[in-house]
């Protein structure tokens, strides 16, 4: 049986967790089931921890609430019962757990995220991992409608619910002015982010001297592009110039000045977190408050992001590729998922770097939600066409066909990109001198080097891709990690050199600054 | 909860977007990055005022960092 859109939660947790208030969330997802039906949208409400509900599909209830295989697992089940066009998670983390992947790029002296919470394993076909390098070809459509980190009240949830309802799908003209905050020192890369996006960067603030006391006017436009700092269980975002790193976006600041319909991507480290305020004086995270207010989709990432400091790169073009998906009229859910599709197609193979990025950033909100409407096609107003669908509306044929074109594109992803995994192999020597003069030349003292091999999936190796099977086992990453003879609090200090090998040979280097 | 260490002075998510000096607690229970709740996660003069010294913090965990709500200089 197929269903449009399945809505996927624990009952038990959140029953545990809003005691005698749980029907108030009842009911406001009873409205939102009713409003998705009058928009075309047959939505079902399933519970992992449902003996019932699972048992009906053939599937296993998730007891534990926070046993993660036991979830995606649930979660497997359940899309292979209904397979929804949308799949929306109902709670936070306390609620639904993220699953944690080991971080690729871990380093205790660097990013020491050991793990990195992620909703993309639930967009994928392959099984319960740890390991990111199985989760990079997406092919479902999904979203988090997140409640509060422990709170009791269900207010905030109900309001989420409530948004969803009664969200309204509005002209690209509405979207076309948008508010920008960047760190100053990043402000070349994000007015060139904007410059793709817009047109034009002519609109971005920069921080300092800006921020984070913005007008109605700025914060009342309906998208967001935000490139600053984060950090965990804050509030806050912050500019940089030099070692000064002020307040350049506040959760306390954007409360009730959020426009009904807001869609923001996040570029910053922690942007999309979902911690409980009382980690922080009670005061909810951005993410948190920009929903509250009548957001209708965030995209950022739960952990240590990374972006080149000139030009565009990781989280710069995930976000990028996120917005203008939204602003051509996707949903959110598409958006989000098109958004890693784009990132991951860009590449023969994602090196750590790229690897962390694509399963660091997810969609917070309704997936089903098309905030921006279709430009429609000139056909769809001549006699014919509308003679044609008089009857009956085209809106599921061209979804489904829209669903496949996806499904397509992550499943080739997952067969065919390659990735890279650490290895003990030393550099080729002749490679070593090249990046150590290159270190040389930028005044980079190295400290560190790691080699990586690079991995392809087996059915990548066969048919007309056979005749790239010797070379690719022949590629090697060299990464060499060194600090530039800066003062210590100067952006900049830290940059990677990226060597690409192939049979010893070098054929790709790039310098990655830090910011 | 309580952790006592020394504090000192390194560079943080080396290579990331959010490279930036900051301050550590050394304790038997492992190094943490420091912050000061509500105080600026990348660079607070309160904190900055503790370096080179021992102290005893009440505060979280949370994701490598303590949070901390309170302090006292041990020496």
Redesign the interface.
Known sequence: MQMDKVIITNMGALREKYGKRMPRIERALLRLVAADGKRGLETKVMAVDSAADMEAIGGRPAMDKNNQKQVKTAVDAVYQAYRPDYLMILGAPDIFPHQDLRNPVY?P?????RVVPSDIPYACEAFYSTDSRRFIGPTRVVGRLPDLMGSADPAYLVSLLGTAARHKTRARSDYQKHFSVTAEVWKESTALSLAKLFGSGAAMATSPPKGPAWTPAQLGRRVHFINC??????PNF?G?RG???P?AHSAKRLIQKIMNGTVIAV???YGAEL?DPA???MQAGICSTYLRDGAYGYFGSST????PSEGNGQ?DLICQYFLSEVLEGASLGDAALRARHRFAQAYTHLDPVDLKTLIQFHLLGDPSIHAVSYVTHAMARAKVFKKAFRSRQNVKGTRMLRREKSARTGTNLQHSLGTVKTTDASMPPDVAEILASAAKESAVSGFGTRTFNIAFPAVAMKGNMSRFAEVRKGRAVHLL?G?KDLP??A?G??V?LVATVQDGQLIHIRR?H?? | MKLRGRVTKRLLYAGTKSEHEGLVLASPEGEFKLRRQGGNPFRDDTLAALEGKEIEGEGILRKGQFIMSGWKILN
């Open positions: 380093d002296r660097g990013d020491d995220d700092h984060g950090a965990p269980s804050d912050y940089q070692n000064a790193y307040v570029e910053c480290c911690y980690d922080s004086g240590i992001a990374y972006g989280a990690v600090r210590p609090d952006p200090r830290v990677a990655l830090s910011r």
